[in-house]
């Protein structure tokens, strides 16, 4: 199983996984529906995107005896391996490299359901980066739970409810779990030892699939600050691996290790791009000279996906 770093498209995890913004460019292209014909048949399997090599896909696909399409959330799990690869590769890519996925594993009806699906999960995602935050009011829980309110309002216009259950009901379970958790925590009226009792409370009635995956969650977390805590003692980058390797497995400690260098990769060029701006933008010349060489200086560093982040470097 491939460890699941790229937060963007995780499901479920915390109510604040479950609120984020989607993004990625351009919108992606009518899903087909389930009466569509069959696609022909592909002689080659797609080129699979560099971060997925050496994996496996999480989640999968089930059909019943007589191939209808088993809805499930293993199937959204199936769905957010791939669409790990946003901004790596092209949408149209992603979507191909589903469907050749779902064709080896279901036969053809099945398969056309789980395209539609698959289509209608996409659209979603991207209507939901062009849904605004909820306005922050208050305690941070009652944003978030607006947030809540609203991106679920938005799916129902994709997924019937008996869809959305079928597909999103432990994710939406742990999401009002982390709610009921902040809601406790942000209560100004009750004292700690109230606040204690409430909080076993609640984690006494979660329901085992959301304790697991709360506990698989906190595991990375742990992890990590594990990785910290090493790298600040003098730990070098193989100790790390290693410590890694032994908590959860060789995969998926070279995964956290590319992860690693993809981020200091980033953050070497950010240090780069910050230094040129501030170079620019001190330099002579009017407001359209500054645009012109600021626009030059992205397209250089940066992919039109990876330029969508840098306003929050640029405050």
Known sequence: MRPRLRMTWVAGGVAAAALAAIAWS?????????????????????????????????GGARATADDALVLDPSLIRLFDYWLTTVGEQPIATIRSQVEHDLDGRLGPRAARQAKDVFGRYVQFKEALKGQRPAKPVGRSVDALREGLRRMLALRASYFSEAESQALFGPQDEEAAAALARMDVEQDPSIDAATRTQRLA?????????????REASLSVVHLEEAAQKLRASGGSEDDVYRMRAAATSPEAANRLAEVDREEAAWRARIATYQAQRGALLAAPGGEAQHAAAMAELRNRLFTPDEQRRLAAYEG
């Open 26 to 58: 351009g919108l992606p292209p009518a899903a087909p529906r389930a009466d569509a014909p069959a696609p022909v048949a592909r002689e080659a399997a797609p080129v699979v995107a560099t971060s997925l090599a050496g994996t496996t896909p999480d």
């Open 201 to 213: 409370a609640l984690d006494a009635r979660l329901p085992a699939s959301v304790r697991e995956a």
